[in-house]
Nanobody, 119 residues
Framework: QVQLVESGGGLVQAGGSLRLSCAAS????????MGWFRQAPGKEREFVAA????????SYAESVKGRFSISRDNAKNTVYLQMNSLKPEDTAVYYC????????????WGQGTQVTVSS
């Protein structure tokens, strides 16, 4: 089992920044993919960004390109999501997810952290 714990959410004004962290523990994989997803009230969960164990960024959602940056620290088993130029539409619960690089679906999910952007 892999446990994921997110942190760093909060309330910020539009135009501000936040950095989310997701720490993985347990039986982690040497080759993994970690992703960030978000779910706004009344909407379906959507993909935000994903990164491989090597540091290669898989992709960003179009809505966050140029504003968000995903990175990882293998020594700390932690992935980060730096969010700049935040907009009210970025308000959501943000979840990190984890999978082996050999599978296509995310098997492990964190509990989520709330990000609220005020206008």
């Amino acid at each position: 089992q892999v446990q994921l714990v997110e942190s760093g959410g909060g309330l910020v004004q539009a135009g501000g920044s936040l950095r989310l962290s997701c720490a993985a523990s347990g039986r982690t994989f040497s080759r993994y993919v970690m992703g960030w997803f978000r779910q706004a009230p009344g909407k379906e969960r959507e993909f935000v960004a994903a990164i491989m164990w090597s540091g290669s960024v898989l992709s960003y959602a179009e809505s966050v390109k140029g504003r968000f940056s995903i990175s990882r620290d293998n020594a700390k088993n932690t992935v980060y999501l730096q969010m700049n130029s935040l907009k009210p539409e970025d308000t959501a619960v943000y979840y990190c997810a984890y999978r082996s690089s050999g599978v296509s679906s995310y098997d492990y999910w964190g509990q989520g952290t709330q990000v609220t952007v005020s206008s």
